[in-house]
């Protein structure tokens, strides 16, 4: 069974930095992304990557960095200088040809 799992999330402080991480199981994705959802906000993309190919929404890049470890199949999101808008809950996406799978989610609150 395909299961997504996030982890990493938690409360920084202003400037600061988090790692979130994507274990998958039941499944090999050849995509992969990051979503993030605000309170009363539409869910958005934040980053997908492609074998080496990345691209990120305008709001992080430069700031945030999306990467896997296909021995681990897991992937990750280093987020650097977090903004308080950057607060919402992270989600991990696999896309395939049938159906999107999705975590349940971790909480990022970037707050002082």
């Known amino acids: 069974q395909v299961q997504l799992v996030e982890s990493g999330g938690g409360l920084v402080q202003p400037g600061g930095s988090l790692r979130l991480s994507c274990a998958a199981s039941?499944?090999?994705?050849?995509?992969m992304g990051w979503y993030r959802q605000a309170p009363g906000k539409q869910r958005e993309l934040v980053a997908r990557?492609?074998?080496?190919?990345?691209n990120y929404a305008d709001s992080v890049k430069g700031r945030f960095t999306i990467s896997r470890d296909n021995a681990k199949n897991t992937m990750y999101l280093q987020m650097n200088s977090l903004k308080p808008d950057d607060t919402a809950v992270y989600y991990c996406?696999?896309?395939?040809?049938?159906?999107?799978?999705w975590g349940q989610g971790t909480q990022v609150t970037v707050s002082s």
């Open positions: 996406n696999a896309p395939t040809t049938d159906r999107d799978y």
């Open positions: 039941g499944g090999i994705f050849l995509v």
């Open positions: 990557i492609s074998g080496g190919r990345t």
